[in-house]
Structure formats: structure tokens, C-alpha cells
């Protein structure tokens, strides 16, 4: 089973801090996603990677930086904060390597509170 | 407006009832996704079925391209089986992007 582990589960920040929110993915899987999820929207996408060193804007990426160092990690980023943000952030990687068809296994989330 | 509708937004149930799920989409479809989601929980992936019927256990996941809908089917609804499902469309544009309904919230209560 694909193994997606989010850090922290928890955040609490000040507005106009900065938050970074990892991501580590043992599955070896090219494509990296970060989603938001808010009631009333459901899951919206922020950014996305095809590989090491490639990060894409999704529907919805500002305010938002994202980092992809190795297969392995993907980061998201936000340099300065809004209770706008305040929401659950989920991670997922996909497991196919053109994109198209492909299943997506997501981490357990982290509930970010930007107060 | 909203590319991919779910239907109802929440359900109660008795346990042993069946469900019926519904996700229409007003794009064109290159795969469709079903989700289970536990209160406060992550995603876990049902069915990905871009068409036709696939069956796992109770669920049964039906996709009709040509009518744009696809449902989900819970038969002798659990307890367990409590939480959100949120289906997800990857248009027929190229490349993936997941495009998620708002979910459907199931309470089956004992």
C-alpha cells in the first residue's frame, strides 16, 4: 500500500508568519500533489510536481510556494501567513508517470490555523 | 459553474440499507475516481473507473460516459461505512488534474 506521511498533523501560526508543511512519499511515484480542503469547495489543488525539481501552479496557488528537493519530498509554503489559509492540507502522489489515468494515494492531512 | 456535481450532500441511513451515490459531470471524461473519507480523516481510494461497472465487496461503482454521471452503490449499509465520499473527474484534456465534487456526507446509524 502506497505510504504518504504529512508533517506536522497540527499547525498553529501567527498571521504573517511563515509555515512550511512536508510531505514524504515512500511509493517512488514521479507525481506530487497539495490540496486544500474546505467546506463548501471540497478538494481544490494549490500545486503539483512531475518530478524532482519541478513544481507546477494548480487551481488556486497564491500565496502558496512549493519545493520539490528529491522524489521523495514535496513541500508547501507560505511565506506570510493569512487566516485565509487557515484550512486541512492533504498531500497525495500519483502513481503513474504521464499523468493521465492515474490513482492518486493521499497523506493523513495537516489541519493548518492561522490566527 | 461547477464541473462535477455530487448527489445527495448527505444521507442517513439504517444500518442494512443501501445507498446510492451520485456524481454527474458537465466535461468531457477522461477517468473517474471514488473516494472514502473518515471524519477528520485522510482519502482512500475506492474505485478508479473511467467506465463501465466495477464491484468491490458491498461497493459497486457504475461510470456512463455518454450520460456524464457515474454512481457509487453501498448494499447492507455499516456503521462503519460512516463518513464523506467525494468523487473526482480528470477531464479529457491531455494531462491530469483531479477536479473533486464537494462530497456526499453518509451517516448509517445502528
Known amino acids: 500500500e502506497a505510504a504518504v506521511t504529512q508533517s506536522p498533523r497540527n499547525k498553529v501560526a501567527v498571521t504573517g508568519g511563515k509555515v512550511t508543511l512536508s510531505c514524504n512519499q515512500t511509493n517512488n511515484h514521479n507525481n506530487m500533489y497539495w490540496y486544500r480542503q474546505d467546506t463548501g469547495h471540497g478538494l481544490r489543488l494549490i500545486h503539483y510536481?512531475?518530478?524532482?525539481?519541478?513544481?507546477e501552479k494548480g487551481d488556486i496557488p497564491d500565496g502558496y510556494k512549493a519545493s520539490r528537493p528529491s522524489q521523495e519530498n514535496f513541500s508547501l509554503i507560505l511565506e506570510l501567513a493569512t487566516p485565509s489559509q487557515t484550512s486541512v492540507y492533504f498531500c497525495a502522489s500519483g502513481d503513474q508517470g504521464h499523468f493521465s489515468n492515474e490513482r492518486l494515494f493521499f497523506g493523513h492531512g495537516t489541519k493548518l490555523s492561522v490566527l | 459553474g461547477q464541473q462535477v456535481q455530487q448527489s445527495p450532500a448527505s444521507l442517513v441511513l439504517q444500518e442494512g440499507e443501501n445507498a446510492e451515490l451520485q456524481c454527474n459531470f458537465s466535461?468531457?471524461?477522461?477517468?473517474m475516481q471514488w473516494f472514502y473519507q473518515r471524519p477528520g480523516g485522510s482519502l482512500v481510494s475506492l474505485f478508479y473507473n473511467p467506465s463501465g461497472t466495477k464491484h468491490s465487496g458491498r461497493l459497486t461503482s457504475t461510470t456512463v460516459i455518454k450520460e456524464r454521471r457515474s454512481s457509487l452503490h453501498i448494499s447492507s449499509s455499516q456503521t462503519t461505512d460512516s463518513g464523506t465520499y467525494l468523487c473526482?473527474?480528470?477531464?479529457?484534456?491531455?494531462?491530469?488534474?483531479?477536479?473533486f465534487g464537494k462530497g456526499t456526507v453518509l451517516l448509517v446509524s445502528p
Open positions: 466535461t468531457s471524461l477522461n477517468s
Open positions: 473526482a473527474l480528470e477531464q479529457d484534456s491531455g494531462y491530469n488534474k483531479l477536479t
Open positions: 510536481s512531475y518530478g524532482a525539481g519541478s513544481t
